[in-house]
């Protein structure tokens, strides 16, 4: 029966197995052969009630059960909202008489349950999960959609409003078995190989007994109590306000959605709820938001990490011994991450008290941790034991990675590698963490430039999931492939380009921060600019931005761009560039210095400082305020086709993920392409709106030849 | 042919108590509050031949549980008024009572109604304010879609954007307290105050209860900012400003002390044609000259007055400078300061006997409270026109227009 995608057996004592193990891919989904399937199965279940005593809901595969048929739902459309609508009803239907058949069901949850997974889960009795590192729990939010095969009306029933949106829905956590059972998704957490053996037990323990969820039982109530009784109308009203807080005012669909099908869900019946759920789901499913964030946060990002990008052919490599050059900020945090990752590290610095303020970081890090309870005295040991301060090159002896990370100086870059090129191993992989610097000019400053890379990590390291990758001219496949394995085996992003001032981040980083220091230039209100960009979806606006990685960077980028004969790309000749310029000549060059675009006082939140409107603000400027959020989305996406048509780019999923993980690319476009794609009227219609920001912005918004082509074409970039 | 003047014959009000279980009105029923008010109407107007009376239109801003089930007609009923005489509840928010008078002063003046009762009650002690829920707080989907915030968030915002200090602010509600008690020391309100009694006539309460003389600037000054809690952990400041996209944070300066006292009170005012003053044996004593209501953003929400009193000014083709006084509802102080600065009238001719700040708000009646409280000072000082308004929930705001009958 269908194709061994929900396998059956019945024991002596009536118990059924349903074994799910979808023959066609490697975990089962909520595809068309599961919906089948699961029809099928709870049809003979009903047929059959009277000769079964219990179910068992288990999985074949490593993990319990992937989620929802994404290649699906990225392709339905509004036109297609009925028919999604009824698929989903069906399934609800379906899981709704397993749970109501009237014997023990019990969810088996050998791996991975996220999204329909704990879902199909959440419909049986009884969750049992075995122990391990895997993770259970709806986050289909971030991928702009909503846990619609029952999640969003059984996990308020189990937990109440309050915790189900709060420790479930809202954010779509991912939590570890352990965790899953203190929320209360999950019953027991046993060993993995007694697993079945306390599923069957469970049954066993209830054969005969009307089996009931909690909220079918007579005298249900809701944990919390709904929103008609007056504990929860007392601060029901604050859920959405504190949720449009958390959002930023960025116009993020799936969590509002979530948030109303939870609570109109709350007010009335078990049936009634579903399709309340199903028709949130259908209109997020059928949206242009939660396209991109599939596209992005599960397309690109396993095409990024699935090795697209990686040089092939090269045998798979893993580092053991990596010396850190330079124990600032940067090298403090990859010896961090690379330490955590098992590896050996070499923290080196000029001094021994650097080096050793360098470890530093990583024992604050670690102490933090275990005082929250989420390592162990013995794991902290034993990660502190592989970070071995150092003043001395020597001691980078075996070491067959180096990842240098001193300060943007081509000169001082070529001296640290001077210092360790005959120490470390002869085919020592080469790298340096440089934000802007070209790679082939660096690479000249070593013996071997083929094994020369970029490893362009992001502040701060051990929180930034992305490493931007740079191949100079001389850099080999090889030396490229090596270093993408390496950022794998740190459990980081890497997407690879090639050589260029800037690279692809910090190129396009600075369009969006100069464009910002523009606006201010403009003399428009400096809260208005950054409260354009917040709503726009970017995490952090752009003058906090600028004064996160300090106003002298940009004058550092363009001195060293002019320097080096070459353009200074966003930092050139900008409408920013003298705002930049006069706060640093007025001394306020960032948060470091505790002064920059805003004032930092100690007793308090950053507030913007009250100069900014003495120095630039005029009265009467009256610029529409989407156009602000749209510049900076739109200068990004400019900056990006160009990096794609000189070929600094690679790939289209390395540029939107770049561009998300890296320099804030708000998520809900799906990436700096993808915007383009999605924008109204496809790539035709955002070279209009191009045309137009130049026209009443300047000359920097006009669409470069590839764009042209491609909304010539109608052809979307993928 | 009936003249289509809505004339105002009477206008009467119970004093308001403190709105908690400690407040003197906390034992007597809204329902009580309403026949007390009607009782005295007939007492007062011996010759009143109540079967004229068509209807009466009340106030209730939260209509439910004592205060639910139409209690209009039930006090017709209670109060043992005619059985052809209507009853009908409305809600306007603040504007309630207001409203009220000026749909009684309409269907007079339509020609198709002689007399109404218009008012309005709130007993806030017994019937909490915004335990009626609603979707506008309760719905997610409908509070995202449309920014709702508490009105506290919407004051301090107002206060934020027009520069008002804490100082300002706290002035304001002295100089209400000030006032207020001058003109209950003068006796500026005997006319309209009706002594809440029980049943067996024994008095309850003559006095508006919340009022204190020595109100000053430095005795608020130990008040913590009401607002700032749910604006910060509540989330509603975020809310305001992702609107306010040039405010970079809300000042809160809004306390109990500046803001609305929260009471337990009713008023009635008697609306009618030439042939009510018939039925009442009485003359007018004013007439309505005109009505608004309009609205403004409905996140600062408390904005609202300056439109509404635009409209009906034109429509009565007078201009600010014709009206002698007016009586705007100090639900906050920032609201009233807004108003003033809006139209640019001065404090002089604004709430000269104090308001709500000082003496309280009983939601659902007070519009109808400031029609009699600006009808008295108007007869008082011997001037014309009065305009009273109210700022409103969800924006909006609500203005009629007085005009004082010599007698």
């Known amino acids: 029966m269908n194709g061994g995608m929900i396998q059956w057996t019945q024991d002596d004592a009536g118990v059924v197995t349903l074994t799910m193990d979808d023959p066609g891919q490697r975990a089962n989904t909520m595809n068309e052969r599961f919906g089948v399937a699961l029809g099928e199965t709870v049809d003979r279940l009903v047929a059959e009630k009277d000769s079964i005593t219990g179910v068992v809901v288990a999985s074949a595969k490593d993990t319990f059960f992937a989620g929802g048929d994404l290649n699906m739902l990225r392709r339905v459309t509004p036109e297609n909202a009925r028919r999604l609508f009824d698929e989903v009803q069906e399934i609800k239907r379906r899981l709704r008489t397993l749970e109501t058949l009237g014997v023990p069901v019990v969810a088996a949850i050998n791996g991975a349950a996220l999204g329909g997974g704990l879902e199909i889960a959440l419909a049986c009795h009884h969750r049992i999960a075995a122990e391990g590192g895997y993770e259970i729990g709806q986050p289909e939010v971030s991928l702009g959609l909503l846990p619609g095969a029952g999640g969003v009306t059984r996990v308020v029933r189990m937990l109440g409003l309050q915790d189900g949106l709060m420790n479930v829905l809202i954010q779509g956590q991912r939590m570890k078995p352990q965790r899953a059972r203190e929320v209360g998704v999950v019953d027991e957490v046993v060993a993995p190989d007694q697993l079945l053996d306390a599923a069957y037990a469970w049954v066993r323990a209830h054969r005969g007994e009307d089996v009931r969820q909690p909220w079918d039982r007579d005298g249900y109530k809701m944990p919390g109590g709904t929103p008609s009784s007056p504990k929860l109308a007392a601060f029901l009203p604050a859920f959405p306000a504190n949720l449009r807080k958390q959002l930023k005012g960025a116009p993020y669909p799936a969590p509002r959605a979530i948030m109303s099908a939870a609570v109109e869900g709350a007010q009335v019946d078990f049936e009634t709820a579903t399709r309340i759920e199903s028709r949130y789901l259908v209109e997020l499913a059928t949206g242009q938001i939660a396209k991109n964030m599939i596209s992005a946060f599960f397309f690109d990002l396993q095409a990024v990490n699935g090795g697209a990008s990686r040089p092939d052919g090269v045998p798979s490599y893993t580092a053991r011994k990596v010396g850190v050059l330079g124990a600032g900020m940067m090298g403090a945090g990859i010896a961090y991450v690379c330490a955590k990752a098992g590896l050996e590290v070499v923290l080196k610095d000029v001094s021994i008290e650097a080096a050793e303020k360098g470890k530093g970081y990583s024992e604050k890090l670690l102490g933090k941790q275990l005082a929250k309870g989420r390592t162990s005295q013995q794991q902290v040991d034993e990660l502190l034991s592989r970070i071995a301060p150092t003043a001395s090159a020597d001691d980078l002896a075996g070491c067959d990675l180096v990842i240098e990370a001193v300060f943007e100086d081509p000169a001082l870059k070529h001296k640290v590698f001077a210092e360790i090129a005959s120490v470390v191993e002869p085919d020592a992989l080469l790298c340096s963490n440089t934000s802007t610097l070209p790679i082939t000019g660096l690479a000249e400053g070593v013996d071997r430039p083929e094994d020369f890379v970029g490893m362009h990590f992001f502040s701060p390291v051990d929180k930034m999931p992305l490493v931007e990758l740079i191949a100079g001219k001389q850099t080999s496949d090889a030396a490229v492939a090596k270093a993408y394995d390496v950022v794998r085996q740190i459990r980081k992003t890497p997407i690879v380009v090639n050589d260029s001032r800037g690279f692809f981040t910090s190129r396009v980083f600075g369009t969006l921060v100069m464009e910002g220091a523009a606006m201010v230039a403009e003399g428009i209100n400096p809260v208005t600019i950054e409260r354009a960009a917040t709503q726009m979806g970017f995490p952090a606006p752009p003058l906090a931005m600028l004064d996160e990685v300090t106003l002298t960077l940009p004058q550092k980028i363009r001195q060293a761009a002019e320097a080096a004969g070459e353009s200074a790309g966003a930092f050139a000749d900008h409408p920013g560039t003298p705002v930049i310029d006069k706060l640093v000549e007025l001394d306020r060059k960032g948060k470091a210095g505790g002064a920059g675009f805003y004032d930092y006082p100690a007793d308090g939140p950053k507030r913007l400082w009250p100069g900014l409107w003495e120095h630039f603000v005029l009265d009467g400027v009256e610029v529409p305020f989407d156009d602000l959020g749209e510049r900076m989305a739109f200068v990004m996406s400019l900056e990006t086709v160009k990096c794609l048509e000189e070929g600094v780019l690679r790939s289209v999923p390395d540029a939107n993920i770049g561009s998300i993980f890296g320099i804030g690319f708000p998520p809900l476009h799906g990436g700096a392409l993808q915007y383009i794609n999605a924008y109204d009227g496809g790539p035709a219609g955002f070279v209009a709106r191009s045309r137009e920001l130049a026209a009443a912005y300047g000359a920097r918004f006009t669409p470069p030849q590839l764009l042209l082509d491609k909304a010539e074409r109608d052809e979307p970039f993928a | ?407």
């Open chain 2, 1 to 407: 042919m009936v003249s289509t003047e809505a004339f105002v014959y009477d206008a009467i009000r119970t004093p308001r108590g403190k709105g908690k279980p400690t407040g003197a009105l906390h034992e007597v029923k809204p329902i009580s509050l309403v026949t007390g008010l009607l009782d005295e109407l007939r007492h007062r107007h011996p010759d009143l031949d109540p079967v004229a009376i068509d209807d009466v239109v009340l106030g209730v801003v939260t209509p439910i549980g004592e205060q639910g089930m139409d209690i209009a007609r039930t006090a017709v009923i209670a109060a043992g008024y005619p059985e052809t005489t209507g009853g009908v509840q409305l809600n306007r928010f603040c504007a309630s009572g207001l409203e009220a008078v000026n749909q009684a002063a309409q269907r007079v003046r339509s020609g198709w109604e002689d007399f109404i009762l218009a008012g309005g009650v709130e007993s806030m002690s017994r019937v909490p304010m915004g335990s009626d829920g609603g979707a506008w707080a309760m719905d997610p989907e409908t509070a995202l879609r449309t920014g709702f915030v508490p009105q506290g968030i919407s004051a301090d915002l107002i206060a934020t954007m027009d520069g008002l200090s804490r100082t300002d602010v706290d002035a304001y509600a002295a100089e209400s307290h000030a006032r207020a008690a001058k003109a209950w020391a003068n006796g500026y309100f005997s006319r309209s105050v009706v002594p809440v009694v029980d049943r067996n006539g024994l008095q309850v309460l003559d006095h508006d209860q919340l009022v204190r003389p020595g109100t000053t600037v430095e005795t608020l000054a130990g008040l913590r900012p009401s607002f700032a809690a749910i604006g910060e952990h509540g989330g509603f400041d975020a809310v305001a400003l992702e609107k306010y996209v040039a405010v970079e944070r809300i000042e809160h300066v809004h306390h109990a002390g500046n803001s609305s006292g929260i009471v337990d009170g009713a008023a009635l005012v008697a609306i009618g044609n030439e042939r009510a003053g018939e039925a009442l044996g009485a003359a007018p004593r004013g007439r309505v000259v005109a009505s608004a209501v309009s609205g403004a953003e409905p996140t600062i929400m408390l904005t609202g007055p300056a439109p509404a009193a635009r409209k009906a000014l034109a429509r009565a083709g007078l201009e600010v400078g014709d009206i002698d006084l007016f009586e705007m509802n100090e639900a906050f102080a920032a609201a009233v300061l807004h108003f003033m600065a809006d139209l640019g009238i001065s404090h002089e001719k604004v709430n000269v006997n104090g308001g709500a700040i000082a003496m309280g708000h009983p939601l659902g009646a007070t519009g109808a409270m400031l029609v009699g409280t600006l009808l008295d000072e108007l007869e008082r000082r011997e001037q014309r026109y009065g305009l009273a308004t109210l700022c409103v929930g969800g924006g909006m705001g609500v203005a009629t227009i007085i005009e004082r009958l010599p007698a």
